[in-house]
C-alpha cells in the first residue's frame, strides 16, 4: 500500500469521502455527525492523506493540527471493497508515526457510539487509545465517544 498527501481533487478521493458522509448519515443523527466534507479537509490545518494499492484508491485519513502539542485523526475510512485488509491500520499507523515526527505529545479523536462504530474503537484500542473526555469543541453527546493516544 502507498500512502500519499492528496489535494482533494480527484474523483475517487471525492467519491471515498461522499461514501464516508453517506455511511456518518446512516448511523447517526445529524447533529452528531462531525465528519467533514471536501471542503472541510481542504482547511490549512488539516493534512490528508488517500491510500493506494496500484491504481486503486483503497482507504484515507487525516490529521488535524489542534495546537502546536496535540492533534486530532480525521477522516479514517476504508473503501466499502476493501475492508478487513489492513488499510485502516496501516492509515493509523502513519498518522500515529506523523503525529509523532511533528513533535505532538498527544492525539485524540472522536467516533460515533453506535454498533457500527465499534470495528473502529477496536481498532483504535489496539492502538492504545484510551476513552476520554470531548476535547477541543466537542460537547458530551451520547452518540460519540472520544479517544485519546499519548505520543
Not at 12 to 35: K, Y
Not at 107 to 114: C, V
Request: glycine share 6%; proline share 3%; charged share 25%.
Amino acid at each position: 500500500m502507498e500512502i500519499k498527501v492528496d489535494d482533494l481533487t480527484g474523483t475517487e478521493v471525492a467519491n471515498l469521502i461522499s461514501e464516508h458522509l453517506q455511511g456518518m448519515t446512516q448511523h447517526s443523527p445529524l447533529e452528531s455527525i462531525h465528519a467533514l466534507n471536501l471542503e472541510g479537509l481542504k482547511k490549512p490545518e488539516i493534512t490528508f492523506w488517500s491510500v493506494w494499492e496500484q491504481s486503486e484508491l483503497v482507504g484515507c485519513g487525516a490529521l488535524k493540527e489542534l495546537d502546536s502539542l496535540q492533534g486530532e485523526v480525521k477522516s479514517m475510512r476504508t473503501s466499502s471493497a476493501h475492508l478487513r485488509k489492513g488499510v485502516a491500520r496501516c492509515m493509523l499507523q502513519h498518522i500515529i508515526k506523523e503525529a509523532k515526527n511533528r513533535g505532538y505529545k498527544r492525539i485524540s479523536l472522536e467516533t460515533g457510539s453506535m454498533e457500527a462504530f465499534n470495528p473502529a474503537k477496536k481498532l483504535y484500542e489496539l492502538f492504545g487509545f484510551k476513552y476520554c473526555k470531548p476535547f477541543a469543541d466537542y460537547k458530551d453527546d451520547p452518540n460519540s465517544v472520544f479517544m485519546t493516544l499519548e505520543l
